[in-house]
């Protein structure tokens, strides 16, 4: 052993330096590459000018876009109240309003989609407030990406007096600023941002995905550019309509209920954890909310005309009949994934029914709240949340686009294994009298 180690240590010294010279040298070429930004010499705006001074690499985007070649100087965005070294807080905010004054189309349109619904539906959670100010407000979680959403003056007043500034504007999250590229708003990445992670993972669903894996080649020119490949923008901002919507939507749900008798059983157990319907099955005043923010469609018609629009894009590349049989399928692992969900809520409803699991003051109806999120009291409602926001999601979303990861190993198999899961807690919560299922702290109590 200690000769094996007196022969290996002068080897992996040598091997440890080496590799180090190596990492420096490529450290060195990388930091070569990376010029300080430097607008160029001619500047013909009179905000620029001092700004090429204080915030270069603005200038050096603006420069760049097509707004610099247009003459839409600084001021035609930001007005012209601030223009000297002291007088900052007097420059105009960029609202969503200073875009509409050129691009009238394009708001108009991106009013009516479900992204300028993503501020309110986020403000109408009941649990909100239970988040910190830097998550909502602040603009640092949950506010970050459903600041694409369309704000009231108030709104936006409220979030500057919070120091939060800037979040005016929807547009600069796929046209980001100062560049105002349209290149960029085209390219999948640009959705990434938002759409990824656990509650919503369409980049790793894509991009995994013979759709995405195509796009990706095609980017780094591996294939060539005429090639077909479908990106996020083609299925959803579909020949520039900035109004997007699905059929199913993120929660997959819909009025009337479906025909088959079972599916229709298990919607309504669904839509009571989400406190729409209360337990006797009548609905209640969150109804309202979910029709405001569109959290599905009320008409079946709605639903069939973003689906036939859905089939035309597919129609670009492949047969109706191949598409409409692939988005098929989708739709029947939703009915499967609703017989889990419901099979889910209704043991842990039991146990509210009988006594065994105490209802939060919080909650308006004696069922477990699907609302809650990542606060839901105890552990049972935590996995039955996980069951409905992360797995249930992930099993229709990763079969709608065409990733067998996120449809089977991180959707439909966790959706099982949680719920065999709630069913043993449930038998624990029965057999202890209701003392297993209390809030952790109080039970250690
Ligand atoms: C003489 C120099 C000068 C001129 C001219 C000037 N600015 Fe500024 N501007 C500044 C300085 C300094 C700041 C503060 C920078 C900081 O906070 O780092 C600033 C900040 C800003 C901000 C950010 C405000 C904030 O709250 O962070 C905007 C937007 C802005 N300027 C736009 C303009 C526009 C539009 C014009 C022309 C109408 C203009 N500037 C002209 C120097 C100037
Ligand atoms: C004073 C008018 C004006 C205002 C205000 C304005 N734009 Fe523009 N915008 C233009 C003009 C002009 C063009 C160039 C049009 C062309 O080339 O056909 C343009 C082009 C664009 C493009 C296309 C860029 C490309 O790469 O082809 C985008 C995206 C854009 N603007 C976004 C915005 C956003 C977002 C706002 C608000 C923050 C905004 N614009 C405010 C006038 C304006
Ligand atoms: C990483 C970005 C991100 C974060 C953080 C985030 N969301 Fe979302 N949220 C999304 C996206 C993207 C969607 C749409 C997903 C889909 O349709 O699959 C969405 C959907 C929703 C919906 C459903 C809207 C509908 O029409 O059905 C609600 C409500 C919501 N989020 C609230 C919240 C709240 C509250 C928080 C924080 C506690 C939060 N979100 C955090 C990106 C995010
Ligand atoms: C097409 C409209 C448009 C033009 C032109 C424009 N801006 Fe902006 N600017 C915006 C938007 C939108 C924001 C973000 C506002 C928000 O989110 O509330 C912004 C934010 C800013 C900020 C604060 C955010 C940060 O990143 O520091 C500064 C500083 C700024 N702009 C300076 C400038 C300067 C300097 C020019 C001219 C070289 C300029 N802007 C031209 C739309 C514009
Ligand atoms: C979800 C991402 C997204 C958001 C948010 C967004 N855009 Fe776009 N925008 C796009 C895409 C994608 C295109 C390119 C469409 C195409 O291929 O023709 C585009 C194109 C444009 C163009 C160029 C149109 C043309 O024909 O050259 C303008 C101008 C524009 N957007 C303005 C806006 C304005 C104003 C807003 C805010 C209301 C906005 N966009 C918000 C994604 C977005
Ligand atoms: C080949 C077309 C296609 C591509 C590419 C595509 N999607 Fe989808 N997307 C769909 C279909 C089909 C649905 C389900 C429509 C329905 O409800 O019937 C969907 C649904 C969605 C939804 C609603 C919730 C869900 O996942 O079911 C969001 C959000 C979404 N897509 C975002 C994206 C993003 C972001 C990208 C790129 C990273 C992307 N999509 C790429 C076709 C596509
Ligand atoms: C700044 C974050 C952000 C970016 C960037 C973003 N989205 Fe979204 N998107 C959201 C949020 C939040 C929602 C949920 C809004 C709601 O339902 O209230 C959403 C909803 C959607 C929906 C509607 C799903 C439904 O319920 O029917 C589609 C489709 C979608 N986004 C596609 C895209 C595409 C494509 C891109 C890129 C071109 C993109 N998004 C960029 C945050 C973002
Ligand atoms: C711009 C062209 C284009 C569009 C639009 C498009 N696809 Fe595709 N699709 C392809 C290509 C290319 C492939 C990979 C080659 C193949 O398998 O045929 C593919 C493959 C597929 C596959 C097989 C996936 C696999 O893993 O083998 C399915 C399923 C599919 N697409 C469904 C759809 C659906 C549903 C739509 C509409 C919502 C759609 N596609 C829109 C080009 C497209």
Redesign the pocket.
Known sequence: MRRFFLFTFPVIVLIFFSLRTVCSQELKENTQVEAPVQPSAQVNDPCAECHTRITPGIVVDWQLSKHSANDVGCAKCHGDRHNSMTDAANAGVAGLEVCAKCHATQVEQFSKG?HA??WG??K??P??HW?PMA??DGLK??G???RVGLKTEGEVKGLMEKGSGFGASSCDVCHTRHLFSVDEARSPQVCR?????V??P?WEMYSSSHHGERFLLKQSRMLPEDAAAPTCQSCHIQEGDHANM?AW???ALRLPYPEDAQWARDRVAILQALGVFDPAGKTTPRLAVFET????NFKEEDWQAEREKALKTCNDCHSVNFARAELDKGDQMIREADALMAEGIRIVAALYRDGLLKKPESYSYAFPDLLS??NAPTVIEQKLFSMFHEYR?RTF?GAFHCSPDYSFWRGWAPMQSHLIEIKERAAEIRATGGKAGEHPAKAAK
């Open positions: 479900k619904l993503a539906a986020m109408a959670m649990t909100l988040q998550q909502v979680g949950c970050a990406c459903h941002t938002c759409h990824t992670g509650e919503s369409q699905t939507g993120y929660l923010y569109k959290f599905f999120l990542h999601t979303q």
